[in-house]
């Protein structure tokens, strides 16, 4: 198996991009913020622990720590309904809005990216779009959405409520319904905040 981050660092990175989008508070990371979050906040959980998986791929040596990793993501996944390989590239800072009956089965997850409750991104079977999606940065995905087949999500998207998206949708745009079509080219601005770009750059939701 592979190694899914190549460094310490870049693990810790990760780990620090993805807080940031649950506890920034103008533009810092508190430490006391950070703990009563992780504890109150199974949503979260799950991605730190998610991430605590993904570090052990290639490195056979912490196998006992993956097995407890494992534990803990198995555990707040019957608790969360919440349900993502740890397989799946999944860029910095993801954010999942609120937990409950979310599925996740995509080649890739760009950075920055929300989803909310009640999602599902997975496989179409048959037709010219079989596959898994690949889903860009800055992508908001709203409540409900139905995300399927070999098509890619670009960069700063928004997809509304209850949407089924079995399309290819450029960057930018804002898509709703069932199929979800384009209403605006005004793409995620204001629906992704709290984030650190890819140049390393923060983005708090409250500036001093």
Known sequence: MNKYFKSWKEFKDYLYADAFRYVEDHGEIHSLKWIKYYLRHPNYRYVFWLRHVQFTYGRNWMILWRMYAYLKLQNLRNKTCIQISPSIKIGKGFYIGHWG????????????????????????????????????????????????????????????????????????????????????MRGSEGYIYSYIDSNGVKHPRFKN
Do not use: H, L, M, W
Not at 136 to 155: H, K, L, M, P, Q
Not at 157 to 171: H, K, L, P
């Open 101 to 184: 009956s979310i599925v996740i089965n995509a080649r890739e997850i760009g950075e920055n990216v929300n989803i909310i409750q009640t999602c599902t991104i997975g496989v179409a079977y048959r037709g010219d779009r079989g596959g898994i999606p690949t889903i860009g940065n800055n992508v908001y995905i709203g409540s409900g959405t139905r995300i399927f087949g070999g098509i890619t999500i670009g960069d700063n998207v928004a997809i509304g409520v209850n949407s089924v998206v079995n399309r290819d949708v450029q960057d930018n745009s804002v898509v709703v319904g069932s199929p979800a079509k384009v209403i605006s």
